[in-house]
């Protein structure tokens, strides 16, 4: 429940959802425009399992899932009808910030998208963004350690990011 407090401690939970759904994502209707991408949608995710969207190529399932951290939200004339639940919080009330969304709910892209810098860089981008004052060089280990990826990159940290191949970029 840590996450939510850092959502907004002072929005009510509703606690008449199932509690081992962790996001409830209905998606009543999601344009573009006046283009309508998806309508009925109802995706219940359930904690500590993997939920797999499948579906022929253009149905819907990156509107969907971008919709989750709010990260069609800079797209000119995207609207969202519906509601989505993070743990009992609407993601889309007026009072919640997208930004501790994205924070929340991460999204790792098809397409990878490393800055062009080093390696130790791109991973210590966010750092310096917030300003963390604490050792870098054990953070950028630390998260490299964890995405499986320190190994291969650990004696070339200061290669460019652009410079990994595609998988390692989506690590
Ligand atoms: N930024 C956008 N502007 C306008 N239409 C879009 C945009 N992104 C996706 N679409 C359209 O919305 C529909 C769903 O696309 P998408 O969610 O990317 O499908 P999928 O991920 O299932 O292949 C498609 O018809 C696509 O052309
Ligand atoms: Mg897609």
């Known amino acids: 429940m840590e996450a939510l407090k850092e959502i907004d401690a002072n929005e009510t939970y509703e606690n008449d959802l199932p509690t081992d759904v962790a996001l409830d994502c209905k998606a009543e209707r999601i344009y573009y425009g006046d283009f309508l991408a998806v309508r009925d949608t109802h995706v219940p995710i359930k904690r500590n399992q ?25 797209i000119r004339g995207f609207r969202f009808v519906g509601d989505i639940r993070f743990h009992g919080v609407n993601i889309y009330a007026a ?62 940290l200061k290669n460019n990011g652009l410079s990994l191949s595609g998988g390692q970029q989506q690590r």
């Open 95 to 156: 009072n919640i910030d997208p930004v501790s969304v994205r924070r929340n709910i991460g999204m790792v892209f098809q397409q990878p998208n490393p800055f062009s810098m080093s390696i130790f860089d791109n991973v210590a981008f966010g750092l310096r963004l917030n300003r963390y004052k604490g050792n870098m060089q054990e953070k950028v280990e630390k998260a490299l350690r964890s995405a499986a990826l320190w190994k291969e990159v650990k004696d070339k």
């Open 50 to 74: 993997i939920t797999g969207f499948i579906g022929p190529s253009g149905c819907g399932k990156s509107t969907v899932l971008k919709s989750i951290n709010r990260m069609n939200d800079l």
